[in-house]
């Protein structure tokens, strides 16, 4: 007897000491969202304050970074760790070096968002080691309810943006086709996408900042040798939304195609200073003297909406609105570059993806721009490891 009650209490001793374990192992495997958001503690700094950082093996395929946030747009890291994005009804946000997404912008810009304009891309200056400069691509409104984009660059003190100085203004705006990727390229010379503002023809026309991948100096000016002494570095885009540099520092960028009844037709290209791109005489693989065809492109019958380009590991990831998923494209210069539709309608649609310092993908979703289904926690900021792809 006194035997069997021994046994009971340890037994019960082992099941109190269980459910603890249990409980406060559970603790760091909860998304605590909170007021700040705080989702899971994966950090955004990079050991030495570099690019290069050593990946952790067992880092999980995805990984929620933030949620809770509104049409994220575009993002940038910090060199000192943390990241910068931009929501597109005018807000900027930080997340900490330590993974924490705080609840107060850090900068809020007056911006026009109708249909898909608003706040778009965001970059750091080369140089904002020394001169804490951040640059903004924004639509507002001109006086008669016109939409216009700028590029503008702010101060950023480490807690908010202030000295806003318009660096390139009057790109032609509209509801929809806005544009609005900046990056600055391995030449130090920053790269603009601008839309044809739903005026087809401004794409043709090189006096027009519309329809257009511009390159321009740190200080908005004309790049030194530009193709046509302007700030125009190639035409003919409909709505180009991604940009970004191979190892060879090849230029790279996807387009959003003809949407509405005639779906499709969405583009992945190379770009090369001067050339044209074929917006609106060409479509698809269609093709028009001193014209280029895409390198891919999806066809009448499929619509990636295509957001933005990265390029990691030899491979370049696109962000699908519309196509609600992640495109992998990979051996571009051969006959049949490689194709890899990933994630397909399991967080909705995607819009911003770029390579973090840690080798890592990071992608944002776009289920509250008015055009998507909010899942719990949107919009978020997902990290994805290319390696587990
Ligand atoms: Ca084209």
Redesign the pocket.
């Known amino acids: 007897m006194r035997i069997k009650f021994a046994f009971l209490v340890v037994l019960g001793v082992l099941f109190i000491l269980a459910v603890f374990v249990f409980y406060f192992r559970g603790q760091d495997k909860i998304p605590q969202v909170g007021s700040n958001n705080f989702v899971t503690q994966v950090p955004l700094s990079t050991p030495t304050g570099t690019a290069s950082v050593t990946i952790l093996p067992d880092t999980p395929v995805v990984s929620v970074v933030a949620e809770g946030l509104d049409t994220p747009w575009a993002m940038a890291f910090l060199p000192r760790g943390g990241a910068l994005i931009t929501e597109r009804k005018g807000t900027v946000r930080l997340i900490t070096a330590a993974g924490e997404l705080l609840t107060s912008p850090i900068g809020q810009i007056i911006v026009r968002e109708v249909g898909e304009s608003g706040l778009h891309g965001i970059a750091l200056h080369p140089d904002f080691n020394e001169n804490s400069l951040v640059y903004l691509y924004y639509t507002y409104e001109e006086s008669g309810s016109n939409s216009l984009n700028r590029v503008a660059r702010f101060t950023f003190d480490g807690a908010r943006l202030s000295n806003e100085e318009i660096i390139v203004d009057k790109i032609p705006g509209a509801p929809n086709h806005d544009g609005g990727r900046i990056k600055f390229g391995p030449d130090k010379l920053l790269y603009i996408t601008t839309g044809d503002a739903q005026e087809p023809s401004l794409a043709q026309d090189k006096n027009s900042l519309a329809g257009k991948v511009l390159r321009v100096t740190e200080g908005g000016t004309p790049a030194p040798g530009n193709p046509f002494g302007n700030r125009v570095y190639s035409l003919?885009h409909r709505n180009p939304q991604g940009i970004v540099w191979d190892n060879n520092g090849t230029l790279w960028e996807t387009e959003h195609g003809p949407s509405g009844a005639e779906s499709g037709n969405d583009?992945f290209?190379k770009i090369e200073p001067g050339k044209n791109?074929?917006?609106p005489d060409?479509?698809g693989r269609e093709t028009k003297a001193g014209m280029v065809v895409?390198i891919l492109e999806s066809g009448r019958s499929d619509t990636w909406a295509p957001a933005a380009l990265a390029y990691i590991n030899g491979k370049f990831y696109f962000a699908g609105l519309r196509g609600s998923a992640l495109y992998e494209v990979s051996e571009v210069t051969s006959a049949n570059p490689k194709f890899r539709v990933l994630f397909k309608g399991e967080y909705g649609r995607l819009r911003e993806v770029i390579a973090g310092p840690d080798g890592m993908l990071y992608v944002t979703t776009s289920n509250r721009d008015g055009r998507g289904i909010p899942k719990v926690g949107d919009d978020k900021v997902l990290r994805i490891n290319p390696a587990k792809l």
């Open positions: 003919g583009e290209n791109y074929g917006w060409i479509r895409p």
